[in-house]
């Protein structure tokens, strides 16, 4: 069946630095990819998502590629702030799953001023 | 009004106690659904329904009962659950049930379950 695999947590980076947290997967076909992030306290929420291969989701100064070729969907930021310091999740839709998606893990980032 | 409203927040419970975890959606979707969140462990998918009817169902135990009376709310029932049933509940709802998955899942904050 179809997984998602992120790199485990935490990751602690000082303000300003730059982030990376890596998600692969495992799926038939060509799934839709979505990153995920949870505010402490708070819900789940989108924070950006790409649909075919090559596209490149962005929001909030957060992006990343769908690359097929090594089935992975990395999340980046440049430049880090303490206000981002969540939970991020990796989640993929599958092949006529509509909106059932399949998450990850979750990576916890805590950014130190 | 938030978009999705859990309650409540935080249940102890006992394995021989019948609880019943609530969720309400005030964006006007029509496709609800349960996840289960547990430490080091990826969310689950546990229910789904669109339009009031059940959709999805993975495997879950019977001790966990979900209803849905309405595109609005959603309810989880528990019975005689296990210590291993602790765990966040996560409700969340989209507007359908997508067409190659572009839809945006919204969810609650979550019903924190302790089993004892």
């Known amino acids: 069946g179809d997984s998602v695999t992120q790199m485990e947590g935490p990751v602690t980076l000082s303000e300003e630095a730059f982030l990376t947290i890596n998600c692969t997967y495992t799926?038939?076909?060509?799934?839709?990819l979505f990153w995920y992030v949870q505010y402490p306290g708070e819900g789940l929420q989108l924070l950006l998502k790409?649909?075919?291969?090559?596209d490149k989701g962005s929001n909030k100064g957060f992006e990343a590629t769908y690359r097929k070729e090594t089935t992975s969907f990395h999340l980046e930021k440049g430049s880090v702030q303490v206000s981002d310091s969540a939970v991020y999740f990796c989640?993929?839709?599958?092949?006529?799953?509509?909106?059932?998606?399949?998450f990850g893990g979750g990576t916890r980032l805590m950014v130190k001023p | 009004e938030t978009g999705v409203t859990q309650t409540p927040r935080h249940l102890v419970m006992g394995m021989t106690n019948k609880k019943s975890l609530k969720c309400e959606q005030h964006l006007g979707h029509n496709a609800m659904y349960w996840y289960k969140q547990s430490a080091k462990k990826p969310l689950e998918l546990m229910f789904v329904y669109s339009l009031e009817e059940r959709v999805e169902n993975n495997s879950v135990p019977s001790r966990f009962s979900p209803e849905c009376p309405n595109s609005s709310h959603l309810f989880l029932h528990l019975h005689t659950l296990q210590p291993e049933d602790s765990a966040l509940y996560l409700c969340?709802?989209?507007?359908?049930?997508?067409?190659?998955?572009?839809?945006?899942?919204?969810f609650g904050e979550g019903s924190r379950l302790t089993v004892l």
């Open positions: 989640a993929l839709s599958g092949k006529n799953a509509g909106n059932m998606l399949t």
């Open positions: 969340a709802s989209s507007q359908d049930m997508g067409t190659n998955g572009g839809g945006e899942l919204f």
């Open positions: 799926a038939t076909g060509y799934p839709s």
């Open positions: 790409a649909t075919k291969a090559d």
